[in-house]
Nanobody, 131 residues
Framework: QVQLVESGGGLVQPGGSLRLSCAAS????????IGWFRRAPGKEREGVTC????????YYANSVAGRFSISSDNTKNTVYLQMNSLKPEDTAVYYC????????????????????????WGQGTQVTVSS
């Protein structure tokens, strides 16, 4: 049974940092792409970043490039999202998702953060950036 569980969300001041975790079970990370998405209040879900462990590549949305970093620990079957220099506009529910239809985040580029490619989703974790 495929399962994704996010954790690490919370309240942080602007300029602060948070690290989200996505614990995967029921499949191997090296056979799947993991993406992070977010949905802000009143907005559509937005792709944030993607990682493919098979080739070790990543892709970031312009809105987070240089501030967010995605990584994976295949021994723990867990993907992390390190978020630095957080802004109020980063406030959202963050979701991780998995698919075996993306084999290279770098090759797929922006397509790797289109939610239609993803088959499995976690329940989400709330991130609030506010003073």
């Amino acid at each position: 049974q495929v399962q994704l569980v996010e954790s690490g969300g919370g309240l942080v001041q602007p300029g602060g940092s948070l690290r989200l975790s996505c614990a995967a079970s029921g499949f191997n990370l090296d056979e799947h792409a993991i993406g992070w998405f977010r949905r802000a209040p009143g907005k559509e879900r937005e792709g944030v970043t993607c990682i493919t462990s098979s080739d070790g590549t990543t892709y970031y949305a312009n809105s987070v490039a240089g501030r967010f970093s995605i990584s994976s620990d295949n021994t723990k079957n867990t993907v992390y999202l390190q978020m630095n220099s957080l802004k109020p506009e980063d406030t959202a529910v963050y979701y991780c998702a998995a698919t075996n239809r993306i084999t290279s985040a770098q090759h797929m580029g922006v397509l790797s953060i289109i939610d239609g490619w993803y088959d499995y989703w976690g329940q989400g974790t709330q991130v609030t950036v506010s003073s």
